[in-house]
Structures are given as C-alpha cells and as structure tokens.
C-alpha cells in the first residue's frame, strides 16, 4: 500500500460484488486505489461474523442486541486495517440474516499516528453500518473523523472492577498479550458483560491494554472484539468470545492463554506472585495511578534502536529497560539509585551494555547512566561480584573509553592491593587488550600508581620459568604499550627475569637461542635487544655446563655471541674462562683445517685441559675423520706429546672397526714414528677383540706406507701367528 490517505473497503453478502458477479459474499465497494490483490489476501479472511449463539438460537431478530465485531490487524505490508462487522437481520432477499463490514486501511507511513494513541484506535465510530450497491463500486479515500475522545485512564478502577480484574489478573493478561504477540500462542478472554454492549466493553478493555503495551508490541497485535467461540484466526493475537463457549475439552485451547472473566477460569499462564516482573509491576504502578507510559515507551524504542525486529518483542528487554528507566528517573530527581541496581549489579550494568551495543549515538542517556554508576560506587567493594563489574566496565570502555572507566578500575586496584583479588583483576584486564593498554598507559603518565604496575608485574612473572612463556609474555606487554620501554625499572626487570631464566634452563645454549631470535620490530627495541643480549649471553655461560655441550650447543653459541664481552662485562673468573672455552670451541669446529693445538695456546692451562675434556665428551658419538684432529688433540699432553694409552683406551670404547681403522690409518702418518705411539699401539692390536681379528683390517694395516709402522705390524703378525706358523718360519729355507 502506498500513500497516506486512508483506504476503505464493504464487505457484505447482495446480488452481486466486485469479486463475483452472483449472489452471495463479497465486496460490494472499494477505495479506487486499493489494490484487488490485497483485498483478496487481507480483506477476505477477516470479514467474518459469527453471532452470539444465545441469540441466533432462538432467532432473535432485533439487530441492535447483538454485538458488532471490531477487528484490528497489521499484516507484514505494514498497514493497519481496522475493520467493524455488524449483525444485519434481513439481507437483500428480506428472508435471511447476514453481516455487514466496513474496513479502514490505514498506511504504513501513517499508522505510527494511530498506535500511539489507543483512544483514536479504539474509540473510533466513523463505521458504516449499510451501502446502497447503486452508489457504484468505488469509495473514497478518507480522513477518518474519530469525534470526541473520552478519557478512559482516568476511570479505568471501575472497567476494572466491573470485570472482576485485579491488578494481579491484569499483569497476567498484559504478559499473555506480549507473549502472544512474540509467540504463537492465543489469548481468548470471555467477558462478564451484556451480549449488546460486548463489542463496547471490549474495546475499553482493549484501550487500556493497549496503553500499557511498548510500541513493538502495538505495531503487531490483532484483536477481534467479538466471536462466538474461542477460534483461531491468522493475524489475531487477541480474541472476545461469548461466554459459555469454551470446550474445556478441546486440547488446542490448553495450550492457548485463557481468560474465562465470566466464570474466573484463567489458565495457560503461570501465577506471577513472588517472582520479579519488573515491567509488569511498573505498568501496573502506572495503571493503578491513571497514569500513561509514553515516556518509558519512547526511551524503550531509543534504547532498542539498531535491534531486530525479534529482538523487540522480547519480554525480558522491557524488565531491564524498566530497571534502566528508573534509576535514571531517581537519579533526575536527585533521590540516589533506585533499588534496582543496588539489587542487581551486575545483571543491571549487563543490561545497559547489552543496549548500547548496537547505535550507541542515539543512547545518550544509558551511556551517562553507567558512567554515572561508577561514579556513585567510585570501585567494586564487593568480593563476590568485583570481577564480574570489571568485565563490565571494560565492555564498557570498548564503547565508550571513558576516564570514568579507568579511574573506577584503578580505584578497585588499589582497594585490593593487598589481596589475591589484586591479581585476579589484572589477570581479566589482560584479556582485553584495548582497557589494559589505556590503563598501562594511564599508569605509566602517573608515576603515583607506579607501585600498582610494579606488583602486577612481579607477580606475573615470578610463576614463569621457561624462557618462552616470559618471551610471549613480554611482547604482550610491549605490543599493547611499547612505551614501556621508556620506563627503566620495567625494562631491567625484564632483562634479569629473562636472564635469570636462560642461566637456570636445562639447555642454556638453546633458552639464549630462543632470546637471540625474539622478533621485537622497531627502532625503538634496538637498545632493549642489545641490552637483553648481553645479560643473555652472560647468564648462559654462567649456566652452562661444559660437560653437556653438544656439536650443536657450539654451533648456537658462536650464531649468539658478538665476540664483545669484555673482562668488565664478565666480572666473575669462572664465567669469563667459560666464554674463552666456549670461543675455542667454536673457532676449532668452524675451521677444521685450523690445528687444534694452535687455538688452544691462547688458553691458561686448567682451560685447555677443560677443551680437552669437553672435546672428549663431544666426540663420543661423533667418532668421524672429520674430527681426528681434534680427537687426537684432546688427548695431548702439555709437552708437545700425547697420552697414547687413554687415546686407544677411548678408541676401543667408542669407534667401530672401520673407523678405528681409519684412526689408526691417519695418526700413523702423524705421529707413527713415536715409539710411544708404536707402544699403546701394539698393546691395543694385541689385546682381546681388537680390530687386529679381522684378517681385512690386517691386510690394510700393511699396506700403512711407513717403515717403522710396518715393521710394527710384522711384529705383531708374528707374536700373534700360530705355534706351526712360527716354527716353519723359524727352519724354513732362506
């Protein structure tokens, strides 16, 4: 529909309609621009009577006894259609009854005009009782004349009290009305009132609910005046049906809301006593003192702004707006929070974050609501809910960063510094890397609550001891306030934490490793990581146990270093002798070719024999050529010789026979003239399960191109030669 004048359509049963061109039900007469389409989808179904079966039993003929049937409804093209049907006695035939209906559709644009006025809606008596079909089919357009309005508030104790409604049946029959209008369920209500004034009093009843309906509500609710028994129709929430018609056995009315005001039955609705119902209350606070609820009802729609369609029609937002509304009404009047929040702390801050979610610009007033909340409680006193009022102030802060917000957090802090509180709202605030960086932030511009930082930072890191868990810690420290870095104490604490944690890990090497490679983007680190590298580098020879080192481990340890410690730096003996170790071990696995011996020269001599050990312990399982040379070394003595006993003592633990074999092979032509060598040599060869058992070894040691070597072998091919070998190689022929 489109346009904001207002549509008509008749509908009754005559010789011929717009419809049908026969006898029967149709309509009879249109607005010219009312479409035909959305008469027959809209306007059909809902031009029905039924009438009262205590008089159409008996053939009652006077018309004016029964009641005519006001029916309201909104379909989804968002028109109001008010329409009234009337029982006629006599159709155009003279010989039986019919009904007549007069239906007013009313335009989107327009409607809003009509639904915040209930008195205009149901007061309305512009309805057309009769048509002549020879006025032609067309109607006009209208502007409806409502006549004068009466003020039904002002007298509504006494509707009340005629129909035996109490304020309790009246909270019931408002909350039955909402669900229904939210849900699926019908609300059928029996009058105890006259058949000839039903329609009437209905309509007041109608009025008055509508006067304590939100506005979501209104612009969706059907109603129907008048039907002869309790029955469903689409689009109506709400219908007046005759007394004495209700099937109490039918199982489709129990699970409808039923208000049999005639006889006092009231079912599928709960009893509200003892429960709170907020909005229910309030409105029945209202109806009670004659009072209208158009003010709540416009904060209602403010506060909702942005929300789905579904979403108002929940109940359960009109009992949190009513505590809302309230306390912000106390709160104008200068009387103190109302009892609300003071019941409710949490679930009341819940409540306004949850509305100002969603187009906060138009919220104006709950945003001052909650600040003006802290404000009044200035910190969380209570133990038992302050994490929760944190959470809520720091959603808070992420809708409107309030000074307000942090001030009431750093109160709480301090309120709690003595408490495992303290921590636990720290621990929350991490969560939330927007408040948390205002907050380090606010702290850090005010030096008076340095010492709040200072705790929540010891008693953060004091449970850490991995190297990685301080690391990831540190950058979330630094990616939400990298000005931290400005502050000197936080930055030493991080550096000894850190360092601390490298000397004290299982495998140094690899924790300073981790260090090293600790992504901090920026110039403004570059000092940091400089700083934090040396304190690393420090504390990793101060923890590292040179027995313990690995190929790898030295491989690490010169990527680390920057080969700028000084003896100032490593004020303590046993670390600096610890880094020149550590440097020759280096530089003698990273140049191979470089003799061993000469590297170790720059060495005092308890380092050397410290080398000497620690090669030895490395090469255990790396018992390679490429590593005789420094396996040779660590076996040398410091008078330019070689402890040849241990080395093949350390041979025959350690190397396989084709190794051994190789060894033997290469330290010949480095040392196989020395009758040392020739010695432990021959002992080894000679002792039980030598390489010397395998005739292929043989073989290969006679053919080492060496004099002295060979006549070493001759010998001991020959101690080592059978008894029947000897003695013909003692009387052979020369």
């Keep these: 529909m489109s346009g904001r004048k207002i549509k008509q359509q008749i509908y009754t049963r005559e010789r011929g309609g717009i419809f049908h061109p026969t006898a029967g039900y149709d309509t009879i007469a249109i607005s010219e621009d009312l479409d035909k389409a959305f008469v027959k989808k809209y306007l059909h179904p809902i031009c029905i009577y039924t009438p009262p079966k205590a008089l159409s039993s008996c053939g009652e003929k006077d018309g004016s006894l029964y009641p005519e049937a006001l029916t309201i409804i ?71 004349s409502v006549g004068e309005e009466k003020e039904l508030l002002a007298n509504n104790n006494e509707l009340l009290l005629e129909l035996g409604i109490s304020e309790q049946i009246f909270k019931q029959l408002l909350f039955a009305v909402m669900s229904s209008v939210s849900g699926k369920k019908m ?45 469903g129709k689409k689009g109506i929430n709400i219908t007046f049906f005759e007394p004495g018609t209700l099937n109490i056995r039918n199982r489709l009315m129990e699970k409808q809301f039923i208000f049999d005001l005639s006889t006092g039955r009231i079912s599928g609705v709960a009893p509200l006593e003892g429960q709170d119902h907020e909005y229910l209350d309030f409105a029945c606070m209202q109806l009670v003192a004659g009072e209208k609820l158009d003010d ?171 190297v990685e868990n301080i690391l990831d810690s540190l950058s979330h420290l630094l990616v939400a306030a990298p000005f931290l870095l400005k502050n000197s104490w936080f930055e030493s604490q991080m550096i000894f934490i850190t360092a601390d944690a490298v000397g004290d890990a299982i495998n140094p090497v690899k924790a300073a490793n981790l260090v090293k490679d600790y992504q901090l983007d920026g110039t403004e680190f570059t000092s940091f990581k400089e700083r934090l590298m040396l304190f690393t580098e420090i504390a990793l020879l101060d923890g590292v146990n040179l027995n313990n080192l690995t190929l790898e481990d030295i491989e690490t340890f010169g990527r680390l270093t920057r080969n700028q410690l000084s003896e100032s730096e490593l004020k303590e003996a046993g670390v600096l002798a610890k880094y020149k170790i550590m440097t020759v071990l280096h530089d003698i696995f990273r140049s191979p070719t470089l003799p061993v011996e000469l590297s170790l020269k720059s060495l005092p001599f308890c380092s050397r024999e410290q080398v000497r050990e620690v090669l030895k312990h490395l090469l255990e399982n790396q018992f390679s050529p490429t590593y005789f040379q420094h396996l040779l070394a660590a076996f040398a003595d410091e008078d330019g010789s070689y402890h040849y006993s241990q080395l093949f003592g350390y041979l025959r633990k350690y190397a396989d026979e084709q190794t051994a074999l190789l060894f033997i092979q290469w330290t010949a032509k480095k040392v196989g003239n020395d009758v040392h060598y020739q010695r432990e040599l021959k002992k080894y060869l000679l002792s039980p399960k030598s390489i010397w058992q395998n005739k292929d070894v043989r073989k290969e040691l006679l053919n080492v191109q060496s004099y002295s070597f060979k006549k070493l072998i001759k010998e001991i091919q020959h101690e080592t030669a059978s008894p029947v070998v000897k003695f013909f190689k003692k009387h052979a022929k020369p």
């Design 296 to 466: 709540f009802y416009e904060f209602a729609e403010r506060a909702l702004t942005g929300f789905t369609e579904e979403d108002k029609l929940e109940i359960a937002s009109y009992y949190e707006l009513t505590a809302i509304y309230q306390t912000a009404i106390y709160q104008t009047l200068s009387e103190g929070n109302s009892g609300f929040f003071e019941k409710n702390k949490i679930g009341f801050l819940s409540s306004l974050l949850k509305f100002l979610q969603k187009d906060k610009a138009v919220k104006r007033d709950l945003e001052q609501l909650f600040i003006a909340q802290m404000q009044e409680e200035k910190l969380a006193m209570d133990e038992a809910t302050a994490t929760d009022i944190i959470r809520a102030v720091m959603e808070f802060n992420h809708i409107s960063l309030h000074a307000d917000g942090l001030s009431y957090i750093i109160n709480t802090l301090k309120h709690y510094e003595n408490d495992p509180l303290f921590h636990d709202i720290w621990k929350i605030l991490e969560e939330d890397p927007h408040t948390y960086q205002h907050l380090i932030e606010f702290i850090h511009e005010h030096p008076d609550y340095g010492w709040m930082f200072n705790q929540y930072i010891d008693e953060k890191f004091k449970s850490l001891r991995h």
């Design 187 to 231: 609300v059928y209500i029996a009058l105890n009132a006259e058949l000839q004034d039903y329609s009437k009093v209905a309509r007041k009843l109608l009025e008055l609910l509508f006067h304590y309906l939100p506005y979501s509500y209104r612009g969706k609710l059907g109603a129907l005046t008048f039907s002869s028994e309790p029955e």
């Design 74 to 144: 909104q379909p989804e093209t968002g028109d109001l259609i008010i329409g009234q049907a009337v029982h006629i006695p006599r159709d155009f035939t003279g010989q039986r009854s019919t009904y007549f209906m007069h239906n007013y559709i009313i335009p989107q644009e327009c409607k809003q005009e009509w639904l915040k006025n209930p008195a205009r809606l149901f007061q309305l008596n512009d309805f057309i009782t009769s048509y002549d079909r020879d006025m032609g089919h067309v109607l006009p357009e209208s502007d409806i």
